[in-house]
């Protein structure tokens, strides 16, 4: 099933979301659910675990082959969180998984495709690494689609309220930038939203005026044709262009505009993807205060 009349150039089959029944995810599953109803897709809740030994034990012994009380405890966890999260969704499908999550979950996030990726995160600072966690890390970086990170700094999220009013789309201006774009832009349509574009330049950019007339131009290049996708004229695009860091600045652009929602184009083979485990994306999904999009290619 594919996106409503609401955002129809979002092309979308499923939300994914993954849940380690934590206080995160339910955040996340909340925000996963309510994606799913304005978008019209199907809603695939999953977890994935490892065997305790003892549990491998009884269910290698058990004659004919049986369940043991772990197994049972997360079908039961799961099958509730699916009756939560589902009221009011299409269609819902419940996944259980054996096995590492950093594997599986991409794996089934893949077989649903076109889908999003939904999860909780719970890094807690720098002492923590200042980051998402090493098993939400490798899921995020191993996704190939877009993946929705609900960080642990994210605010309860209330169902009866809208939680995107003003969309970030923080661009690098790759080719990337229109399949990023299309997702903040059918966001915004779906949840009547504005958006903000924010490109961060280096202040050396600033000295030499051809250089940032080209990138000037890209950008304005971006903002018109994301006004040709937004439904709401009225809501054009805000562009802005800033010198510095830019985890500080998108960070910063955050703050000052009271964000519900960041979008970011982020390309596999840049150094910010690269980087191991204090990236500036991964730095920014564990201090945002609100959901971080990330699209990779």
Known sequence: MYATADSPQIALKAIVYATDFSPCS???????????????????????????????????QTVPAGKSLQRRDLETALSSAAQRFGEGVKQVTQVLL???PRERIPVLAQKYAPSMLVMGTSGRGRIERGLVGSVAER???????????????????????????????????PPLAAQAATY?????DAFDAEIDVLHVIHAEDQK??????????????????????H??????????????????????????????????????????????????????IAEAQCPVLTVTG
């Open 184 to 188: 903040a832009t059918g966001i915004a």
């Open 231 to 284: 439904d709401r004229e009225i809501r054009r695009p805000k562009g802005f262009v800033e010198a510095g860091t830019a985890h500080e600045r998108i960070l910063e652009h955050m703050r000052d505009f009271s964000i519900d929602l960041l979008v970011l184009a982020i390309r596999r083979s840049t150094h910010l993807w690269l980087q191991a485990r204090l990236s500036g994306a991964f730095q920014i």
């Open 26 to 60: 339910e955040n996340a599953g909340r925000i996963a659910s309510l994606l799913a109803r304005k978008l019209g897709t199907e809603l695939v809740v999953s977890h994935s675990f490892l065997l305790t030994q003892a549990a491998m034990e009884v269910e290698m």
């Open 98 to 100: 054996e096995g590492d």
């Open 139 to 173: 899921i995020l970086r191993a996704h190939d689609g877009p993946s929705l990170a609900v960080g642990p700094h994210v605010h309860a999220f209330d169902p009866s309220a809208n939680p995107f009013r003003r969309i970030l789309y923080a661009t690098d201006l």
């Open 208 to 229: 030499h005026p051809d250089r940032l007339n080209k990138i000037q131009s890209e950008f304005d290049q971006i903002l018109e044709e994301m006004a040709s996708q």
